[in-house]
């Protein structure tokens, strides 16, 4: 630590201090986050430390870590948990709900509106060419994906273990994903207890210690008043949300039954939303599962376009569920022929609601425990099994991404070697240079539209 950080941390409350934030201004840089969010988690976060730590001073280092450390722990997107989390510390708990909402609402609209453009023009050949060179771009990021997170989770032979029972489980034996996920936990707590130095959580977020100057929510701030833990509060807390979900679970049932398709999608991302550990590639397998073989919202070709929109829009990359919803909805027709788009946008909004709904009921009811107790918290061995579990699984939907692209007809059909040629370009630009998740998909688009105009 410097000279002048280290001085700025001894100065009295109030000193060098920036000036207290509004709720309005506040709110509009929430706003401007849900647009600027792009780079999946990683660069989600480290724009809010970007801003809020280091330019802003909002909330120091310590507690910015602290928050995320909880947010890491649960179910969900840890970087719209982490808006959320910082916004009710600030302005309570509408302060909370703006700031996770704006880290959505953005993507929503934008995926609504690229979904009906490729749901209503996806044949024609500009479209098509785009989505040419895109799907072999994301086969590779998802093998980038996989690698990422097994660098960080596979780090001793039980956890590869776990691993490679996963991969096995879904893919031989076509198990589904909460069984897995079930089974890694019951894993890790019995391991944690027979061998717990094969269960430790590897890695950090960064080093507490770090300081830009005084903070609004420094590392001595008291904990406000609408932070402190209480029964009532939770109780409170927790009725809201329950209520949140069974009204309009219930609505959903009472009009149109529980065989309807936006009844269905209810449920089924109510339990999505729950099973979210690892990220949103630990989801999208069971996503896969539900949307494409049980349900046929969608086809396996159009989930690879989905998850290509969701890695260029800003948000969550969980909002892929919303082009889930948008292209089950229309294609399934709803409201009848005569009401396609409504149809799309309303169950975009009904997924939308309900995957996110669980993350603000996580965070306004923990977070008051964990602003009182401020210990550091640490991954349980149960969910380091969970993340270790999740590589396998995301190595199966690499593959079946790269099957459904390399041979789009199935093994009958040839091989499309210039899909190929794609996907390998991708990967020697994410994995050799570097390069942004974003300018890959854009590069190799105008690639695919290229070469498609040649053929």
């Not at 892929?320 to 909805?329: A, L, N, Q, R, T």
């Not at 059909?413 to 994410?430: E, M, P, Q």
């Not at 974003?438 to 690639?447: D, F, G, S, Y």
Request: with cysteine; hydrophobic share 55%; net charge positive.
């Amino acid at each position: 630590m410097n000279e002048s950080a280290s001085a700025s941390v001894s100065l009295p409350a109030g000193d060098d201090a920036p000036a207290p934030v509004s709720f309005w201004q506040a709110f509009a840089f929430w706003l401007k986050l849900g647009f600027i969010s792009f780079g999946g988690p990683a660069g989600q976060i480290s724009i809010m430390h970007q801003e809020l730590v280091e330019r802003r001073r909002w909330i120091s280092e310590r507690r910015f870590l602290h928050a995320l450390n909880y947010c890491m722990v649960l179910p969900g997107p840890e970087a719209q948990q982490l808006a959320t989390y910082i916004g009710w510390l600030m302005h309570r708990t509408w302060g909370g709900i703006v700031a996770g909402g704006l880290f959505v609402l953005p993507s929503l609209f934008i995926l609504i509106a690229l979904s009906w453009v490729y749901v209503a023009f996806g044949e024609m050949p500009l479209v098509a060419g785009l989505f040419y060179g895109i799907k072999p771009a994301v086969t590779a990021i998802v093998v980038q994906a996989t690698h990422r997170i097994g660098a960080r989770a596979l780090r001793n032979p039980v956890m590869w273990a776990v691993a490679a029972a996963s991969f096995v489980a879904i893919f031989a034996a076509d198990l589904p994903f909460p069984l897995i996920v079930l089974a890694a936990a019951l894993t890790g707590y019995v391991g944690g207890r027979l061998a717990p130095d094969s269960f430790k959580a590897g890695g950090g977020h960064g080093k507490a210690g770090t300081s830009h100057g005084r903070a609004l929510i420094d590392d001595d701030t008291p904990t406000p008043a609408h932070a402190l833990f209480t029964w009532g509060r939770l109780l409170r807390v927790a009725l809201v949300g329950s209520l949140l979900w069974l009204i309009p679970m219930g609505l959903l049932v009472a009009r149109y039954g529980t065989e309807n398709t936006l009844t269905r999608m209810g449920w089924f991302f109510t339990k999505a939303a729950l099973l979210t550990f690892g990220g949103a590639y630990a989801v999208l397998p069971y996503v896969y599962q539900g949307a494409v073989e049980s349900y046929g919202w969608l086809t396996p070709h159009q989930m690879i376009d989905g998850l290509a929109l969701g890695e260029t829009t800003p948000g969550p990359l969980i909002m892929v569920v919303s082009f889930v919803g948008f292209v089950g909805g229309y294609t399934k027709a709803v409201f009848g022929p005569d009401s396609l788009f409504l149809a799309g946008a309303v169950a975009a909004a009904v997924v939308t609601w309900f995957t996110f709904l669980p993350s603000f009921i996580f965070i306004l009811t923990g977070g008051p425990l964990i602003e009182t107790t401020h210990n550091d918290l640490k991954f349980t061995a149960p969910l380091t099994a969970i993340t270790a579990a999740v590589v396998g699984v995301i190595l199966n939907l690499a593959l079946f991404f790269g099957y459904h692209v390399l041979w789009p007809k199935g093994f009958a059909g040839s091989f499309d070697a210039v899909s190929a040629a794609i996907a390998v370009a991708a990967a020697i630009a994410l994995f050799r240079f570097k390069v942004n998740v974003i300018h890959v998909i854009a590069a190799c688009a105008v690639l695919g539209l290229a070469i498609r105009s040649l053929l």
